[in-house]
């Protein structure tokens, strides 16, 4: 049995849209990978999470995402930097990461604690053979309110000084109720960028603004910032996209998925700043209580494909009001994540 379904309309929406736009070769920056016997989130990180994204899969085996891929880009080869999500079960996670990244050739980012000091979080780095390092706000001290947590409640400074020193990756989700317009997301942002130059920082989600009402005067105020990275990851605001192309240009942004939530059937509105996932009735259970989510019936609902494609669609229109050309294109879907891996130090092939 298939993974999922590959309608006629997923094809022609790729046919006529995607396969001529993008390389014959892609870097995904963002992919989560685990399987359900490890993923056991703690009981207060669940309250500071949207739950969405556990309706469309409970987890995301090595073997599932590159069957995504195969099914999605059939003419493409497709690399992904990979990582696992905050589990109870986080050592045995890591692990499971690790493995894969040897077995199947690709690289991987830890996920680490901010309870780890300089020592162990080096350590631990190296002997999994990660490339760098990924965390997330519930990995902060619970006592912490969710909309206080800063990034260095979860990155701390020791941890940045070591993949500095490294040259490493950080993918950085950064928290707070007001994303990217955030003045403490903002600020911290900009020091890491001044303090921590030979660190590689992607910031995610284009800082989880998917709305436009998510962006205040932030782009402005990462105008003259020299090194932070940004991946399009879960994003289909194509407004948001133009802004990161006009602000950094296409040699700071890549292309990533945040699979395997990119598998959803949707499409993405956004109501008064809230973004809103639209998808077929009854595909991801009762959905009544998520502000996040709306269903769609009938021809609407046929219509609807997978959220990678709204995301890439999102930013090929981006891309053409931007005047960007193929070769921008390639360092944004590939080159800009090669480019990064070789100063991390990996040595595999892509």
Not at 15 to 30: A, N, T, V, W, Y
Request: charged share 30%.
């Amino acid at each position: 049995m298939a993974l999922f379904e590959v309608k006629d309309a997923d094809r022609r929406f790729y046919e006529e849209r995607l396969r001529g736009f993008l390389p014959s070769k892609l870097i995904d920056i963002h992919t989560h990978v685990g399987k359900k016997e490890l993923y056991q989130r703690p009981e207060d990180a669940k309250e500071k999470t949207v739950s969405w994204p556990s309706r469309v899969a409970e987890e995301n085996p090595i073997e599932d995402l590159f069957e995504t891929y195969r099914l999605m880009f059939p003419d493409k080869k497709v690399t992904p930097l990979m990582f696992p999500t905050l589990s109870i079960k986080m050592d045995e996670l890591n692990r499971y990461v690790s493995g894969c990244s040897h077995t199947r050739g690709v690289p991987a980012l830890i996920f680490s604690l901010p309870r780890w000091d300089r020592r162990e979080f080096e350590k631990r780095i190296i002997e999994g053979g990660f490339i760098g390092a990924k965390s997330y706000l519930t990995a902060a001290d619970s006592s912490i309110p969710a909309d206080e947590i800063t990034i260095f409640d979860f990155f701390p400074h020791h941890q940045l000084e070591v993949m500095d020193a490294h040259t490493w990756i950080m993918m950085l989700h950064i928290p707070r109720d007001k994303r990217l317009r955030d003045t403490k997301n903002i600020e911290q942002l900009l020091e890491i960028d001044r303090k921590y130059p030979n660190l590689q920082c992607v910031v995610a989600h284009v800082g989880r603004a998917y709305c436009n009402e998510d962006v205040g005067d932030a782009f402005d105020a990462l105008e003259n910032t020299e090194h932070l990275m940004f991946d399009i990851s879960a994003n289909t605001n194509e407004w948001v996209f133009e802004q990161a192309i006009k602000t950094v240009g296409p040699k700071r942004i890549l292309f990533g998925s945040d699979m395997p939530i990119l598998r959803m059937r949707m499409k993405r509105i956004c109501e008064n700043g809230v973004y809103i996932n639209i998808v077929p009735e009854g595909l991801y259970g009762d959905v009544s209580d998520d502000i996040h989510m709306r269903e769609a019936e009938g021809e609407e609902a046929e219509h609807l494909t997978f959220f990678m494609y709204e995301e890439i669609d999102a930013f090929r229109r981006a891309a053409e009001n931007t005047g960007l050309t193929a070769d921008d294109i390639e360092d944004v879907f590939y080159r800009n994540a090669a480019g990064m891996f070789a100063k991390a130090g990996y040595g595999g092939s892509i």
